[in-house]
């Protein structure tokens, strides 16, 4: 009975982890089941010294601990497409106002993965008037027979991925390449070594290589050379590039910005790089040209790092800088954050109309209308950072403001995505002819662009479905495109630039436009010659005409390669020369965030 026992927790043990594969659409190869099957022994092998009463019943709540943390992956990974860590613990505190997004995403049948610990609670009711005697020493051989098994499941598929296959832990750019590395229980184990290091120990230096590197691309000074505008950037939460120019149920989705193609520069090629920050990093990303943690937000790690960003580049060139978000002044450290990159006033929820939200905030209409006051206080030249959030998860509006006629869909969350992006757009449109009837338009830089995804881009979604989506290149560019309107001084003809790029190229490209010389920056001006190499953080990117997608089951750079315009599979050797780059800029923007590298 007693190695009965054992085998059923290890079975059911083993069988969640399959049902987690299914649930999440990760894969489940080989050594991933050794690596899991040897660290369930290694970490229940000393139970087997206990005497059966109360072994049997530690092993119902080792199943249940294991089901709430594999449950608790889910759900994240679902939101992420990543794991827990521990460097999350801090940004989950800044759940809560969002969590009703976070929450449409739990299934019923997630709740599946405690069926196990029912199963064996029945076995213990059965049996629990049994007693089986086992000697001290036998019960020792078994639980070191057992811990010795488990060593030998768990390192062999790790020795042979970092010896065989070169894949050393210390380059990896992505949480979910080391959760295929080490196994779930690696993973995490992992992480809390790091987390622990990470809070107690002190952070070692830059490499004499990424300081060259720092070195070689940064100036020392920032003189402006040309006539300085006023600058207006616009975050706009949750606005794929998808819905630009789309007809749901034969209406126009956006027709303001539409109309805004017309008069700026519209780059359909454009990318969010965001991680598992999503807001928060979209604004870091653009306001510092870096690029997102492998784990975390920045703006709950390391708000007080110190950053060559723009909003500091252009207070050093004279500008008055100013962030605007009708929310919660100290969410998500934004206090702090704005502070610390340049930003000299932040109006936030104290400084705009109490009523009629959406959402979470604040509606968009009233937050635009508010913010214009607000930059007339500004002393000129000014940077206004204005960050909406009216489209924000779970896509909430009140019916008086549902304008759509969506009797074609099905999906209620997509139905109040449309219905709030639709809004939004008219929220655009207002704001733009306020600009324009307070003469703040014509000579201003103004720039709108989406910062992430909206959630609803998966593979059995309504979204894809009614997209057609039937190929890797356009479900990447389905969850991947935002849009991204430059509407330069004086300017009032449209043009189309297809060239790609990202977030991180959005503050070269202004400080290019204003004809500055710049500090540190990982990312490249859109307007330049040179073709720009757009990177997300499990090590895929975007570069000229071809789109490389990681393979994070496999060793780094083993990936596929598309040709975009034929969206077909093309030779991993058009996309090689950048897999190593891509890696190299990961690791040194993880470097300089984490190590604090631009302290002056």
């Known amino acids: ?21 299914f649930y999440t659409d990760t894969a489940f190869p080989t050594s991933l089941f050794l690596m899991n099957l040897g660290g369930m022994l290694l970490l229940s092998s000393w139970t087997l010294l206990i005497e059966w009463r109360k072994r049997r019943w530690i092993w119902l709540s080792l199943l249940l601990a294991h089901s709430l943390l594999l449950i608790s992956d889910m759900w994240y990974y679902r939101y992420f497409n990543d794991f827990l860590s521990v460097s999350l613990m801090s940004q989950m505190l800044q759940m809560g106002d969002v969590s009703s997004g976070f929450a449409a995403l739990i299934l019923p049948s997630d709740f599946l993965l405690f069926a196990d610990s029912l199963i064996f609670l029945g076995i213990l009711f059965f049996t629990r008037k049994k007693t089986f005697a086992v000697t001290k020493s036998k019960r020792q051989k078994t639980a070191g027979l057992t811990f010795l098994t488990g060593i030998v499941l768990f390192a062999a598929p790790v020795t042979y991925s970092v010896v065989k296959e070169d894949q050393r832990l210390s380059q990896s750019v992505s949480d979910m390449r080391d959760y295929y590395q080490l196994g779930f229980w690696g993973y995490h184990g992992l992480d809390l070594f790091r987390g622990i290091q990470s809070a107690v120990g002190p952070t070692d230096d830059l490499t004499n290589a990424q300081q060259q590197r720092l070195d070689e ?43 805004l ?21 979209a604004e870091f990303i653009t ?20 950053f060559d960003a723009l909003p500091d580049l252009l207070r050093t060139n004279g500008y008055d800088t100013a962030a605007m978000h009708a929310y919660e002044k100290g969410f998500w450290n934004r206090d702090q954050v704005y502070q610390n990159i340049g930003f000299k ?22 937050f635009f209308t508010k913010s214009i006051e607000h930059m007339e206080t500004l002393k000129e030249p000014y940077f206004s950072f204005l960050v909406a959030l009216t489209s924000h998860t779970p896509y909430e509006i009140p019916k008086d403001e549902q304008q759509l006629d969506l009797s074609g869909y099905d999906d209620p969350m997509l139905k109040g995505y449309y219905q709030t992006i639709h809004y939004v757009d008219g929220a655009v449109g207002q704001m733009v002819k306020e600009l324009k009837k307070k003469s703040m338009w014509d000579d201003t830089l103004v720039i709108f662009y989406g910062d992430h995804d909206s959630g609803l881009t998966n593979e059995d979604g309504e979204m894809q479905q009614k997209a057609r989506i039937n190929n890797a290149v356009d479900a990447f560019e389905l969850d991947r495109q935002v849009p991204l309107f430059i509407k330069k001084p004086n300017q009032d003809k449209g043009q189309v630039i297809q060239e790609n790029g990202g977030q991180i190229d959005i503050a070269p490209t202004i400080v290019d436009l204003l004809n500055l010389d710049a500090p540190y920056m990982m990312g490249d001006s859109l307007l330049d010659d040179e073709p720009n190499l757009t990177a997300f953080r499990d090590g895929s990117f975007r570069y000229k005409g071809y789109y490389y997608k990681a393979k994070l089951t496999e ?21 090689q020369p950048q897999t190593k780059q891509v890696r190299k800029d990961l690791r040194l923007s993880d470097a300089i965030i984490e190590k604090n590298g631009l302290e002056k």
């Open 1 to 21: 009975m007693i190695v009965f026992g054992y085998a059923l927790y290890l079975l059911l043990g083993t069988l969640k982890f399959v049902l987690f594969s």
């Open 555 to 575: 060793k780094a750079g083993n990936g596929t390669c598309y040709d975009v315009s034929t969206k077909k599979q093309v030779d991993r050797d058009m996309c």
């Open 261 to 281: 193609k017309k008069e700026s520069l519209y780059f359909p090629s454009f990318y969010h790089q965001t991680h598992e920050g999503r807001t928060s990093d």
């Open 345 to 366: 006033h932040f109006f936030s929820q104290d400084d705009y109309p109490k009523q009629k939200k959406i959402g979470m905030a604040l509606n968009d209409k009233q």
């Open 217 to 259: 691309t940064s100036t020392s000074d920032a003189n402006g050379k040309t006539k300085k505008p006023n600058i207006i950037l616009v975050q706009l939460e949750s606005f794929q590039a998808s819905v630009i120019d789309q007809q749901v149920d034969g209406q126009t989705l956006t027709p303001n910005l539409n109309q």
């Open 287 to 306: 306001n510092t040209s870096l690029y997102p943690l492998k784990s975390g937000s920045v703006y709950t790690r390391f708000p007080d790092n110190e």
